[in-house]
Nanobody, 119 residues
Framework: QVQLVESGGGLVQPGGSLKLSCAAS????????MNWYRQAPGRQRELVAS???????NYADSAKGRFTISRDNAKNTVSLQMNSLRPEDTAVYYC?????????????WGQGTQVTVSS
């Protein structure tokens, strides 16, 4: 079994910064793509940023230039540095990972961490 545990959410003023972290644990052979999603009240869950095992990144238009995704393959962690936060960034942020256990690939989700941007 694999677990993803997020940390780093909280309340921040507009223009502020937060760094989210996610650690994967369990019987992991390798982790392929790692992603950050978010879901605001009344809205669908959306992809914010992704990073492949070789470090290739992809961002939603709303995150480009403000957010940076990174990972540590040795520690099975992924982070999301969020700068210049806006009220519309308020959401529950979820870590997601495509994990290989031997020859089986499974998608896992974290429990989510709340980010609130408000003055």
């Amino acid at each position: 079994q694999v677990q993803l545990v997020e940390s780093g959410g909280g309340l921040v003023q507009p223009g502020g910064s937060l760094k989210l972290s996610c650690a994967a644990s369990g019987r992991i052979s390798s982790i392929n793509t790692m992603n950050w999603y978010r879901q605001a009240p009344g809205r669908q869950r959306e992809l914010v940023a992704s990073i492949t095992s070789d470090g290739t990144t992809n961002y939603a238009d709303s995150a480009k230039g403000r957010f940076t995704i990174s990972r540590d393959n040795a520690k099975n962690t992924v982070s999301l540095q969020m700068n210049s936060l806006r009220p519309e960034d308020t959401a529950v942020y979820y870590c997601n990972a495509d994990v290989s256990i031997w020859s089986t690939r499974t998608n896992y989700w974290g429990q989510g961490t709340q980010v609130t941007v408000s003055s």
